[in-house]
């Protein structure tokens, strides 16, 4: 892996050149929360911040999108976007992690074209970050992006070291060759010190080994019950959550009765709907088993990228208006608590 050296002071130039490539969205403070949106400049990003309220995914899987134009009596047309050139700036490495998943089922065969279009239009910039009270993912295997992104940012005292990612990446770099140097061995000093005091710094833990079994075998257990007593089932956690790709499918026929679209949005497994099926069975009828369906989801196992289905982000349990906090539900299952 190549890595350069960009000062701190040259940051305002490095975000100008990234302009070239295309639209740059990244982390900005909304009252105290943190969203990714469109940016013109350095002062509106927030380097440093814990999470965003929604992941990447709202760029490759919109909320609500119209998929498809009806023509009654003639058929279905494909409503494709013209590939908008993006740069998202200042990805953790969960978030580059759960899009990895994303793409080993979006672009898996046959591949999803309006999430393929955007994200191969789309550079992927990381930053390096600390581990608040809710963050896990290194329990998760999830601390740290080996691939999936062009760029990545790991901040020193008075610089950043970037990785170098894919040949994109390599282009982006060469154009920027006024504002970059190469690193010191006293920089990758500094990047071992700070990736160790980092890997000290979790206080959440999860183990992991045995999971997909553990949550499975213990189906009857009354830590469900306890848990899922105080779940509201309102599905902020599907939602917020970075690898949840579970989306509904509707048509709407305009009055002319001659026309009409076909959407897509997102949905959530803690809704009642979710699991109704023509006739009218629901094969998860209850709160308790949605609540067991989830936490049985996202502890198995992505056969593509062998990797759990949850990163360790943290988002279900920060934004969990009931307070249900994702490892202390696992850990209680652990027999732990
Ligand atoms: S966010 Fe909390 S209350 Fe809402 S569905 Fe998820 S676990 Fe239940
Ligand atoms: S389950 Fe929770 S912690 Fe895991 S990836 Fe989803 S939102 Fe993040």
């Known amino acids: 892996m190549r890595y350069v050296k960009l000062l701190k002071e ?24 943190f969203s990714f949106a469109k940016v013109d400049s350095p002062s509106e990003v927030a380097l440093k911040y814990n999470r965003t309220i929604l992941p990447p995914k709202k760029y490759f899987i919109k909320p609500f999108e119209e998929v498809l134009k009806i023509k009654v009596g003639k058929g279905y047309e494909p409503l494709v976007e013209e590939p908008k050139s993006l740069i998202l700036l200042g990805l953790h490495a969960c978030d580059i992690n759960a899009l990895k998943i994303l793409d080993s089922i979006y672009l898996d065969e046959p591949p999803d074209d309006y999430y393929q279009i955007r994200r191969t239009a789309t550079v992927i910039i990381g930053i390096s970050c600390e581990p608040d009270d809710y963050c896990f993912c290194k329990s998760m295997g999830a601390d740290y992006a080996w691939t999936g992104f062009d760029l990545f940012l790991h901040e020193l005292d008075n610089s950043y070291l970037i990785r170098i990612g ?55 257990s009354d830590v469900w019950v306890k848990f899922s007593d105080k779940c509201v089932s309102c599905g902020s956690c599907n939602l917020v959550c970075p690898t949840c790709r579970c989306y509904d499918v509707t048509e709407k026929v305009e009055l002319n009765l001659k026309e009409g679209v076909r959407v897509r949005r997102w949905d959530s ?31 198995s196992i992505e056969p593509r990228t062998n990797s759990p289905f949850c990163v360790g982000c943290g988002r279900c349990s920060a934004f969990c208006p009931a307070g249900i906090d994702h490892v202390d539900v696992l850990n209680a299952i652990w027999g732990l608590t």
Not at 274 to 285: D, E, I, K, M, T
């Open 166 to 220: 894919s040949s994109r990446g390599e282009v982006m770099i060469e154009s920027m060759k006024n504002v970059i140097s190469e690193p010191t061995k006293e920089d990758f000093i500094k990047l071992r010190d700070i990736e160790l005091k980092r890997s000290r710094m979790f206080k959440k833990a999860l183990n992991t080994s045995l999971l997909p079994d553990i949550v499975d075998s213990l189906y009857e």
């Open 269 to 299: 497994c803690f809704i009642r709907s979710h699991a109704l099926v023509a006739g009218g069975l629901n094969f998860r009828p209850t709160r308790l088993d949605r609540f067991r369906h989830r936490y049985n989801c996202k502890s």
């Open 10 to 33: 040259n940051f305002k130039d490095f975000f100008e050149n990234l302009k070239k490539f295309g639209e740059v969205h990244a982390p900005v403070k909304r009252g105290n929360s």
